[in-house]
């Protein structure tokens, strides 16, 4: 019950950062498109920490989601199987290691 509350919560703290993201390069963009000034958007692309801050964000709550929900996987599969250590151990060190790839590839910022 924890692991779905705290997936839902999650899941709107990003749906907020992630509008607030689109949303304030959007009006980057706007002001560009109207002005004819392209520093508001040079400025949001480059020197601004706004776009940093935001892709950081993302990356760090969806991989912490992943995270949970490979917990509640593995918890589940643990369960089913009359709580074998034979299955949770594997489980266990391939979703810490999936998600530590997921966190990796996340910092890269591609």
Same mark, same amino acid.
């Given at each position: 019950? %924890?692991? &779905?509350?705290? /997936?839902?919560? @999650? &899941?709107?703290?990003?749906?907020?950062?992630?509008?607030?993201?689109?949303?304030?390069?959007?009006?980057?963009? @706007?002001? !560009?498109? &109207?002005?004819?000034?392209?520093?508001?958007? *040079?400025? =949001?692309?480059?020197?601004d920490s706004k776009s940093g801050s935001w892709? !950081?964000?993302?990356?760090?709550?969806? &991989? @912490?989601?992943?995270?949970?929900?490979? !917990?509640? /996987?593995?918890?589940?599969? =643990?369960?089913?199987?009359?709580?074998?250590? =034979?299955?949770? =151990?594997?489980?266990?060190?391939?979703? @810490? *290691?999936?998600?530590? $790839? $997921?966190?990796?590839? %996340?910092?890269?910022? /591609?």
């Amino acid at each position: 019950m %924890g692991g &779905t509350i705290s /997936l839902f919560t @999650f &899941t709107t703290v990003l749906v907020v950062i992630e509008a607030w993201g689109l949303s304030s390069r959007t009006i980057a963009e @706007f002001k !560009s498109a &109207t002005t004819t000034d392209h520093s508001p958007v *040079i400025d =949001y692309l480059v020197a601004d920490s706004k776009s940093g801050s935001w892709n !950081s964000a993302t990356a760090f709550f969806t &991989t @912490f989601m992943n995270a949970i929900a490979d !917990s509640m /996987l593995v918890h589940r599969c =643990y369960s089913v199987w009359n709580s074998n250590k =034979y299955v949770l =151990y594997p489980l266990a060190f391939i979703a @810490f *290691i999936l998600n530590g $790839l $997921l966190c990796f590839i %996340g910092s890269l910022n /591609l």
